[in-house]
């Protein structure tokens, strides 16, 4: 019979290409647990002055945030061989609350939407500790991202084909999306489990990734204090922006004219996900790490300036919608794929630093959705009679601003950095 663990581990390719492929269905099949609930609008339906479906991001987006300071330890001191039971585990608990969620009448099913969402937000740094590392990491890590761009749409798609074709209510959706996901994803973290450690040559390009205990991470955030304030506060308006954006694709997509369309979801994100997928994947050639790691800064740099200029030329004419939605979502999330695990990866192997990546992203993760949760109440309380389109606009253009000042002053703070050490 056919041993799957030796056949793996006498063939890196083979590896790389189980590792990719694992991760990637993995990912992807996790995704309707985190947003099949957007592909619902929850219409008309508002409690204390708030419309439901902000209400549901609220108490999801807290309910991360809380996951994330939780993961910081979790996370980083997790030993490999609990990862991929603890995968499973994540997700069950997920599936329960969101059942809860349908039985309970809104709005005291808010609750059961902020516990599903606990476990959830340790499932990227866990997944992330599978394939940190390795000299195909960035390989690996571009592949994985390539599905929670796909992820997203696809979720949304989920929800909308059982909220059409099934006549699902929008309070069952998410937890009946749940229950056609787990059993793929639950084969696909069987494969993840199979991939072998990183070997002796990964080690010695990439750095050993370690568990991390608290006085290691403190020692970390002492060394390298305000490279990380400033890396933080840029990856907090990425991750607001890019939140928006998928929180409300369905309403901005109405609001552009085009009605109620589920597969267009999808349809949108590919194009996006292949052009990130071939970018982060091109940079396994980067042998170099501190070469990557500048390169990583330009990229994002870069993904700032795209979100800026598609906007204005989405207004002034020359971009149809659907190019503007698809031209600033690849500016946002190639910036958030570099930052979100490449830019720790190489920063570690550059520096020498021995750690682990799921901490450093954990860490960032837990002020990002804060910053989520503020846009979404200044747009309900501040901005109310503002469209979900015209503030999306207007958001593109303060975040792009922004956040290029931000990496800026982390690349020279980097740069001078790596003179002193």
Not at 119 to 128: A, E, S, V
Not at 173 to 202: C, E, G, N
Request: charged residues 10%.
């Amino acid at each position: 019979m056919l041993n799957l663990n030796s056949v793996v581990e006498k063939n890196r390719q083979l590896t790389n290409l189980l590792a990719a492929l694992s991760a990637f269905f993995t990912y992807l099949c996790f995704y309707p647990f985190r947003r099949a609930y957007t592909a619902a609008t929850f219409q008309d339906l508002y409690y204390w002055g708030v419309h439901f479906k902000i209400l549901i991001i609220t108490a999801q987006v807290l309910g991360f945030a809380i996951s994330k300071g939780i993961g910081i330890k979790l996370v980083s001191e997790m030993q490999p061989k609990d990862r991929a039971r603890n995968l499973l585990i994540i997700t069950a608990m997920s599936w329960l609350f969101m059942v809860f969620f349908a039985i309970v009448p809104a709005p005291y099913n808010l609750i059961f939407v902020l516990l599903a969402s606990l476990p959830l937000g340790l499932f990227y740094g866990i997944i992330l500790g599978f394939l940190e590392g390795r000299r195909a990491t960035d390989l690996l890590v571009a592949v994985l991202t390539a599905s929670f761009i796909i992820g997203s749409g696809f979720a949304k798609t989920v929800g909308n084909w059982l909220l059409n074709s099934w006549q699902i209510s929008e309070f069952w959706m998410p937890a009946v999306a749940d229950s056609i996901m787990f059993l793929p994803l639950a084969i696909s973290v069987w494969f993840l489990a199979k991939i072998p450690a990183p070997d002796a040559q990964d080690i010695a390009e990439r750095v050993a990734r370690p568990p991390m205990n608290s006085v290691e991470r403190q020692a970390f955030i002492a060394e390298f204090r305000l490279g990380l304030y400033l890396f933080i506060a840029s990856y907090v308006l990425l991750t607001a922006y890019r939140e928006y954006r998928d929180n409300f694709a369905p309403e901005i997509l109405k609001e552009l004219g085009f009605g109620n369309q589920g597969g267009i979801f999808t349809q949108t994100e590919v194009p996006i996900a292949l052009l990130v997928l071939l970018i982060m994947a091109s940079m396994r050639w980067v042998k170099n790490s501190k070469t990557a790691f500048n390169i990583i800064q330009m990229i994002m740099l870069g993904g700032g300036i795209i979100v800026f200029l598609s906007t204005f030329l989405f207004q002034t004419g020359v971009l149809s919608p659907i190019y503007w939605l698809v031209s600033a979502g690849f500016g946002v999330y190639i910036a958030y794929s570099m930052c979100n695990s490449l830019y720790f990866e190489r920063m570690l192997a550059y520096f020498q630093y021995k750690g682990t990546v799921g901490f450093l992203i954990t860490l960032a993760d837990f002020f990002a959705y804060f910053g989520s949760i503020a846009v979404l109440y200044y747009k309900n309380f501040y901005a109310k009679n503002t469209s979900n389109l015209d503030f999306f606009i207007s958001v593109s253009y303060g975040m792009a601003i922004l956040y290029l000042v931000l990496v800026v002053f982390s690349f020279l703070y980097f740069r001078r950095k790596s003179v002193s050490t």
